[in-house]
T-cell receptor, first 109, second 114 residues
Framework: DQQVKQNSPSLSVQEGRISILNCDYTNSMFDYFLWYKKYPAEGPTFLISISSIKDKNEDGRFTVFLNKSAKHLSLHIVPSQPGDSAVYFCAGGNEKLTFGTGTRLTIIP | DVKVTQSSRYLVKRTGEKVFLECVQD?????MFWYRQDPGLGLRLIYF???????EKGDIPEGYSVSREKKERFSLILESASTNQTSMYLCASSLGANSYNEQFFGPGTRLTVL
């Protein structure tokens, strides 16, 4: 039972444009959601989070949107840069996190 | 900066061997976690621990055990390694139960079981 789903395994975006990564979840008990970024041969690093009581959180080029009625969240990266090329995982959590399967983002120069 | 270290980056073992994966964090975090990452499956939680000598099963604990004798150290044990345990293993730690539970990850151990 996949509680957190990332339906796009990969995404390619032109440098300077907006990247939008999507995530759907089924567990309405999650208190918060996080996005992690992972480069090859490294552990995931925390990017941005959002509490379940909010619908938007912004940090520099990164914005996370939460639509609780649709059980959907998205990560917007504007403008996209080559260094953003990585695998992105969304996760929902209470005392522990449940991760999605990841989306590989490739930024085309 | 939080640092989570894992004892090996790469490990090759034979079927049936007992395997120990060690993880150490230096920020006095309460919680520690073990995940495995496989293509198309994302990160799946094996075991976690909220305190010394405490452990909880995650989503895929079968074939694994853990040990937490000291707060900073969390060990994952494969009692009898099998080929389907070939994977990337990631350790993580987080501050405590009332935090946002932002987890800090180690670099991972790529285990191959032949």
């Amino acid at each position: 039972d996949q509680q957190v789903k990332q339906n796009s395994p990969s995404l390619s975006v032109q440098e300077g444009r907006i990247s939008i990564l999507n995530c759907d979840y089924t567990n309405s008990m999650f208190d918060y959601f996080l996005w992690y970024k992972k480069y090859p041969a490294e552990g995931p690093t925390f990017l941005i989070s959002i509490s379940s009581i909010k619908d938007k959180n912004e940090d520099g080029r990164f914005t996370v949107f939460l639509n609780k009625s649709a059980k959907h969240l998205s990560l917007h990266i504007v403008p996209s840069q080559p260094g953003d090329s990585a695998v992105y995982f969304c996760a929902g959590g209470n005392e522990k996190l449940t991760f999605g399967t990841g989306t590989r983002l490739t930024i085309i120069p | 900066d939080v640092k989570v270290t894992q004892s090996s980056r790469y490990l090759v073992k034979r079927t049936g061997e007992k395997v120990f994966l060690e993880c150490v964090q230096d920020m006095d975090h309460e919680n520690m976690f073990w995940y495995r990452q496989d293509p198309g499956l994302g990160l799946r939680l094996i075991y976690f621990s909220y305190d010394v000598k405490m452990k909880e099963k995650g989503d895929i604990p079968e074939g694994y055990s853990v040990s937490r004798e000291k707060k900073e150290r969390f060990s994952l044990i494969l009692e009898s390694a099998s080929t389907n345990q070939t994977s990337m293993y990631l350790c993580a730690s987080s501050l405590g139960a009332n935090s946002y539970n932002e987890q800090f990850f180690g670099p991972g151990t790529r285990l191959t079981v032949l």
